[in-house]
């Protein structure tokens, strides 16, 4: 999977479960800091006031463990805008050996805040989504 953003995040303790490796739920704080990065990186700090969105759904197929101290890094991509939603990709990856750990999507769907009612994706998203090269 090509991706168009990366973060990196590296492993702390509280991440690690008995077992020794990061616990499967910790996967969906990664990919909500990769999106938090994208998000800012692409659309600009603050970008979430004009375009606040939810989480609508999410899969998440694990394929290996990270490990505490590990360097995770995450690639996003968009692959797709909807008529109120846009769906993201990220791949997981362990940076030392570029080992696959899990792959994930969200499907988001814009809100708005006042009555927390789904809307028509914002132009200002459309024209980004072109510009990265995908339909919408």
């Known amino acids: 999977m090509e991706t168009q953003w990366l973060t990196r995040i590296k492993v702390p303790f509280r991440d690690v479960d008995m077992m020794g490796h990061v616990n499967n739920a910790v996967y969906l704080s990664y990919m909500e800091q990769a999106r938090g990065d994208l998000w800012d990186e692409w659309l600009g ?51 030392s050996d570029q080992a696959q750990l899990a792959i994930g999507t969200t499907v988001l769907v814009f809100l708005d805040l006042a009555t927390m009612k789904s809307v028509d994706t914002p132009e200002e998203f459309r024209v980004k989504a072109r510009e990265a090269g995908v339909e919408a």
């Open 45 to 95: 700090h603050g970008a979430y006031k004009r375009m606040p969105y939810l989480v609508g759904e999410v899969h998440i197929r694990y394929t290996a463990p990270a490990h505490l101290r590990d360097t995770i890094e995450v690639g996003t991509r968009l692959t797709a805008v909807g008529r109120r939603t846009f769906t993201l990709e990220y791949l997981f990856r362990r940076a």
